[in-house]
């Protein structure tokens, strides 16, 4: 066998035999040797490590370890650069449109935070506001509402309606200034009510607690919704149970019944109603959930 510019027999760690035949993997752990192995890697990897041998019988007597050679990385290729974080000064701040962070003997980023010499006023948040367009009060729980104004209901001024109302329509929660309406198995009154903008107002019908026919339907509720009534509170029945359903809005009523109301127009408009054992006047507040319905002189808060 010959051997090529090293002329070292067996000390070398790579084979140098110029014969094809001789060079071989098989040949190589004949004689003792072992493998060498050249790697491509990518750029910027500059290690080299061993690894185990394949799965393969091994030759009697000898190790089986491979030797891995990795070849440098190119020298074109720059070294892997850090993110670099600096503020953003505003540009429209003539105090500090030539400021470097660089230059900054506090940096911002990874250590300490530099205290800003010029106060920034944060955004304002909008604030929830009504307007006469829409009337309609914040959404309050009746059970905190209770809690946080007893002194209101020992004289009076907040009261509770009693337990006998349904809920109907999608909004279980609502509240705002009461309209009042007074009529009997007539539903001419409250049609011309609910065609009205509602203005986030709440119509409160007292239909005498009559169970022999209904004085709300299914358009009217539809006209209600669509003219931004907050809820209806119907001391009655109503009908098109479904639809009123379907609609965004609150609906309180004693049941429902298939039969239609009068249609004379007889009735009263903005009267103090006595429903549910409580007294009503035109203009107070109302507030409605799943727990039950408050009447108060003026508007609450939490």
């Known amino acids: 066998m010959e ?19 001789d060079s071989s ?9 072992q493998e060498t192995l050249t790697l491509t890697l990518l750029p910027g990897i500059t290690s080299c490590a061993r690894a185990r041998p394949r799965p393969r019988p091994r030759p009697r007597g000898r190790s089986g370890w491979w030797v891995i050679r ?26 500090r449109a030539n400021h470097h ?6 940096p911002d980023w990874p250590g300490q935070i530099a205290a800003d010499p010029t106060p920034r006023n944060p955004l304002p948040r909008p604030r929830a506001s009504r307007t006469e367009s829409n ?3 914040l959404p309050l729980a009746t059970a905190e509402v209770c809690d946080a104004n007893a002194h209101l209901i020992m004289n009076g001024e907040l009261r509770a309606l009693q337990p006998v109302f349904q809920v109907y329509g999608r909004r279980q929660v609502f509240a705002g200034p009461i309209v009042t309406l007074k009529v009997y198995e007539d539903n001419v009154l409250v049609r011309e009510f609910l065609e009205e903008k509602g203005q986030g107002r709440v119509l409160v019908v007292d ?11 299914g358009n009217p509720v539809q006209q209600a919704q669509n003219n931004g009534w907050a809820g209806i509170v119907v001391n ?3 009908r098109d149970v479904d639809e009123i359903n379907g609609c965004d809005i609150g609906v309180r009523a004693l049941n429902s019944h298939p039969m239609k109301a009068n249609k004379k127009g007889i009735g009263e408009k903005h009267v103090p109603v006595t429903i549910a054992g409580t007294r009503i006047c035109d203009g107070e507040w109302l507030y409605a959930d799943t727990d039950g319905i408050l009447i108060s002189r003026t508007e609450l808060t939490v």
């Open 236 to 238: 009655g029945c109503i």
């Open 101 to 106: 962070p660089q230059s900054d003997p506090s």
């Open 25 to 33: 993997p098989a040949f190589a752990r004949r004689r003792g040797q």
């Open 135 to 137: 009337m309609a009060a």
């Open 3 to 21: 051997f090529g510019s090293c002329g070292i027999r067996g000390k070398c760690r790579g084979l140098c035999a110029k014969s094809s035949e």
């Open 207 to 217: 239909g005498g607690g009559s169970l022999r026919c209904a004085i709300l339907g």
């Open 70 to 95: 990795c070849p440098p990385p190119p020298a074109s290729s720059p070294p892997p650069l850090l993110p670099i974080f600096t503020n953003t000064i505003p540009t429209s701040d003539p105090d």
